[in-house]
């Protein structure tokens, strides 16, 4: 086993079976395990995006925050928040074609590149020091407490929170945990482990069929409820 399968193995022997959501949790953002929280060691090691491809994405979001920016007012202060920020190639093309092209626009921008992990926080950091020396660019491992005005964006952050699997099991709603059986990791099907799986499907009008699977976006709803008591003006912005 890897040393993070050892710690859940261990986990679920002590405790028992995990929910999915939990287990996901820690195999994308255990602090010293998970996959975000180490330090890209390649580029394109397992996966791109567009912003991995060139800076033109960059580039445009730069214009789309611009037209955000006029159509507040021209802000004195903008602040900037990329949720999921990993290694900080969006924010050096971002606030690069700021300052070069769009220089009013830059000197109203605060830009916080949030990060987990402390690794890549580093590189975040390390790519945008002329920004951040200009007083533009600041790395952090939290969403900023207040949001006076902004916009709040991330670029394929939300399918990769945690979610809960859910199945129908002899006309109820069951869920699939994670088990060990023999050293193996395993679909175990349980009860619900929180009333808010049954009240998220209700509130989206979703009715399973007997063995039909889904999934239940719960942190994802967290997520941008916890944006929206934070943001005051603005706008939010997500990229999937």
């Not at 975040?124 to 952090?140: I, K, L, M, V």
Request: glycine share 8%; hydrophobic share 45%; proline share 4%.
């Amino acid at each position: 086993m890897t040393p993070l399968a050892e710690l859940l193995a261990d986990r679920i022997r002590r405790f028992g079976p995990l929910t999915f959501a939990d287990y996901m949790r820690e195999c994308l953002y255990h602090p010293v395990e998970g996959y975000y929280s180490k330090a890209e060691s390649k580029r394109f090691a397992d996966y791109y995006t567009s912003v991995d491809v060139h800076p033109i994405f960059g580039r445009l979001l730069a214009r789309q925050f611009v037209e955000m920016w006029e159509n507040l007012g021209r802000p004195a202060e903008l602040m900037l928040v990329e949720a999921g920020a990993g290694v900080g190639r969006c924010a050096v093309h971002v606030l690069d074609f700021c300052e070069a092209q769009l220089p009013a626009f830059y000197d109203a921008l605060r830009y916080v590149a949030v990060e987990r992990s402390a690794s890549r926080r580093e590189q975040d950091t390390s790519r945008s020091e002329r920004h951040a020396a200009a007083g533009r660019f600041a790395a952090s491992a939290e969403i900023p407490a207040r949001i006076p005005v902004g916009c709040f964006f991330s670029n394929e952050l939300v399918d990769a929170l945690p979610v809960h699997r859910i199945t129908v099991d002899g006309s109820a709603l069951k869920e699939i945990l994670v088990g060990l059986r023999e050293e193996n990791f395993v679909d175990v099907l349980a009860p619900l482990s929180t009333c808010a799986i049954s009240e998220y499907f209700a509130a989206q009008g979703i009715a399973l069929g007997e063995g039909q699977h889904a999934e239940a976006g719960l942190e994802a709803c967290d997520w941008i409820s916890e944006i929206g008591r934070r943001l005051e003006r603005g706008y939010v912005l997500t990229i999937d």
